[in-house]
């Protein structure tokens, strides 16, 4: 038994001598002020560039905010303003199901509003003698050339650079991203089968405002998980190029010269 108490109070002076050697290496005593600002420093150092070697989603090197294009869309769906993010998400949902679930029309909504709205202001011009008040004061709408002009524009260009990646990708120079462009239209017409194109959209719209704050809330999470995904692709993709790929003849078949 006395040897069971003396084995345990080395043990225990040992364990106390192996932290008072870890505090004196990363603190020191009152007369080490400078090199605990050093280690300090050090640590400093080593935590960003630790930060710095996480591959982050995509290749990124901005904040997911400065991705989404900063100012008050990335506001609205990083949820900085719950208030707005909701009502947005809210409005979203009232129109899915009012035109998928409902089945109304986008053209009766339109008219029905219209109706609402001259049938109120018509009704309140010619009321306004009688109830001795101000008829209603109707702006004048002009709607102005510049904003057409920049939003077609916006789209002009958008469209020539999705013909210029089409042509680059059936030009049959990389054969990676023709395989991942059919993939994905081939996903695509699998999910347009199952859903209309309005509840597509709204999948899209829901999935805009819940995957870039749950990505920002756990992107080292998530970072590693695709670092992970993307290097068992790439094995994968290794072997499929390996196997089937490499087989396939390449280039116009070379004329045989006959003897």
């Known amino acids: 038994m006395a040897d069971h108490v ?26 080490s002020s400078s090199s605990d600002s050093d280690d300090e420093k050090d640590i400093k150092v080593t935590t960003a560039a630790v930060k710095a070697k996480i591959c982050r989603l995509f290749g990124r090197e901005k904040p997911v905010h400065k991705v989404l294009g900063g100012g008050k869309p990335a506001d609205i769906l990083l949820w900085r303003d719950k208030k707005i993010s909701a009502g947005v998400l809210g409005a979203a949902t009232a129109v899915w199901v009012l035109f998928v679930l409902l089945e109304y029309h986008l053209l009766t909504l339109v008219c029905h509003i219209l109706i609402l709205a001259v049938g109120v202001l018509f009704l309140w011009s010619n009321a306004s003698t009688f109830i ?38 059936s030009s049959g120079k990389d054969l990676k991203k023709f395989l991942t462009v059919i993939a994905g239209l081939w996903v695509l017409s699998i999910l347009g089968n199952c859903w209309n194109f309005l509840t597509l959209l709204y999948i899209c719209f829901v999935l805009l405002h819940t995957v870039p704050v749950l990505y920002e809330a756990y992107e080292d999470q998530v970072d590693a998980f695709a670092e992970k995904a993307k290097a068992e692709i790439k094995k994968q993709y290794a072997m499929f190029n390996f196997k089937v790929l490499s087989k396939i003849p390449k280039g116009p078949l070379k004329t045989m010269k006959l003897a």
Request: aromatic share 8%; hydrophobic share 40%.
């Open 132 to 169: 001795n008040k101000s008829p209603p004061q109707i702006p004048e709408v002009i709607l102005p050339k510049d904003i057409f002009v920049g939003v077609v524009s916006a789209f002009r260009i958008e469209f020539n650079r999705a013909f210029a990646i089409l042509r680059d990708i």
């Open 6 to 31: 003396d084995d345990h109070e080395k043990h225990e002076s040992a364990a106390e001598s192996l932290i008072d050697k870890i505090t004196d290496k990363f603190h020191g005593d009152n007369s």
